[in-house]
């Protein structure tokens, strides 16, 4: 019997079971709250990144203003600076004439001789009617003189005297106007001579010897020549009326011609129009360039560049800063609060990749550049950390 049953010393002890059963049971009870954690911090981590996602990263500008004003590129014509077109002012044929253009001339100097048969033949009637009247004039001055001696007399009557008298005051008034129609005629035959006006050089001639020459201009004869001064050439240009004011008289221009593309003129303003053309909306501006080198051509096609002074307000800023809305143009700024606050602007004008703000900006604004879409008042936006404070300075 004693040997079917196992002694109670020898039974296997089930503390060390239990002991491993609450360790493993630890085990996985520190691996659950683990996760747990683990997964209370992804989340908590989730929902920060999530929070700070929803808060726009903006890069910040900041506004530039101008050292130098904005160019204007305008263009424009040479002209000489006195330009004067020779009609006859006698009638006949050309005889000869003595330049051609591109000559230079003197003042005084012959350019053509026109024949004027006609002319001659008047002028030679005129003096023969001189001298008939001169005749005239001395017989009734005598006459007179022997009237006058017998007035004293009973012979003659006073009355007579008085006639002959007056007979040769007419006679000597009708010597001085056949003298004066001598003169006159004289002084139209040196206009067969034609002469240059003033130094400078013939830039046109449009008549040939044996031409038919009428005087007169304005249809009634042709011009002959012109004789041009260019020594110094004007320059015309038509400026727009908003840039009219900041164009007077001293100002400087920078003036460049396709015949020398490498070269550059400096002409300076003398005079403007001080009107608006109503049609074109521009006023006419006069300049004078040098010319003493013959390089410029009057009558040829010119630029012209204008540096304008700098507005004391304005500022320049990014196009990409712009937001165009229901308000009118407007630029995104941040506050001190790390909010944004839109200011509507006024564009003074437009660079291309830049824009020049007249006035509702401050230079110690903070600009967004590139606004977020959705983006309105009051929200807060956080500062890219490289924000590229230079963007400004575009154009």
Same mark, same amino acid.
């Given at each position: ?13 089930? =503390? ?15 691996? *659950? ?22 808060i726009?990263? *903006?890069s ?5 203003r ?9 263009p ?11 009609? $006859? @002012? *006698? ?15 003197? $003042? ?5 001789e ?6 001659d033949? @008047?002028?030679l ?5 001189? @001298? ?21 007399t ?5 009355q ?14 009708? *010597? $001085? ?11 139209? /035959? ?40 260019? /020594? ?5 240009? @038509? ?7 900041a ?12 015949e020398?593309p490498?070269?550059?003129?400096t002409? =300076?303003?003398?005079? $403007? ?27 040829g ?19 990409s ?24 602007? /006024? ?10 703000i007249g ?30 404070s ?6």
């Open positions: 019997m004693s040997s079917e049953f196992a002694s109670p010393a020898n039974t296997p002890s089930r =503390r060390p079971l239990r002991v491993a059963g609450v360790i493993g049971l630890l085990i996985a009870l520190g691996i *659950v709250i683990a996760g747990v954690t683990l997964r209370a911090s992804d989340n908590r981590k989730l929902k920060t990144w999530t929070d700070a996602q929803a726009p990263t *903006v910040l500008i900041q506004p530039v101008n050292a130098n004003g904005p160019s204007l590129q305008l424009g014509r040479l002209e000489a600076y006195t330009r004067a077109p020779i009609f $006859a @002012q *006698v009638s006949g044929y050309l005889k000869s004439w003595n330049v051609d253009i591109g000559a230079p001339v003197k $003042a005084g100097q012959v350019l053509a026109i024949e004027t048969p006609e002319l033949q @008047q002028i009637q005129a003096r023969a009617d001189l @001298q008939s009247a001169q005749a005239n004039a001395v017989v009734a001055g005598t006459t007179a003189k022997r009237w006058e001696a017998l007035s004293g009973d012979s003659v009557a006073q007579d005297v008085d006639q002959r008298t007056a007979d040769y005051t007419a006679k000597e008034a009708i *010597v $001085a106007a056949a003298k004066a129609n001598v003169d006159r005629l004289a002084a139209t /035959k040196a206009f067969a001579r034609i002469v240059a006006p003033f130094n400078g050089v013939v830039t046109a001639r449009d008549t040939d010897v044996g031409a038919l020459v009428n005087a007169g201009s304005g249809g009634v004869g042709q011009e002959l020549f012109a004789v041009s001064d260019v /020594k110094q050439l004007r320059v015309y240009v @038509q400026v727009p009326q908003n840039y009219a004011p164009i007077h008289d001293g100002t400087t221009a920078t003036l460049s011609v396709p020398h490498d070269q550059q003129f002409a =300076r303003v003398v005079a $403007a129009a001080d009107s608006v053309n109503s049609s074109s909306g521009t006023t006419l501006v006069q300049l004078l360039v040098d010319n003493s080198n013959s390089e410029l051509l009057p009558g096609f010119a630029s012209l560049k204008f540096t304008l002074p700098a507005a004391a307000d304005s500022l320049r800023v990014p196009a800063a712009l937001v165009f809305d229901s308000r009118g143009v407007v630029v995104a700024t941040l506050g001190q609060n790390g909010h944004v606050r839109f200011k509507q602007v /006024k564009i003074s004008r437009d660079l291309g990749d830049a824009v020049e006035s509702g900006l401050a230079a110690t604004d903070r600009v967004i550049d590139t606004p977020p879409d959705g983006l309105v008042d009051g929200d807060r936006v956080q500062v890219a950390a490289a924000t590229d230079k963007a400004a300075a575009h154009g």
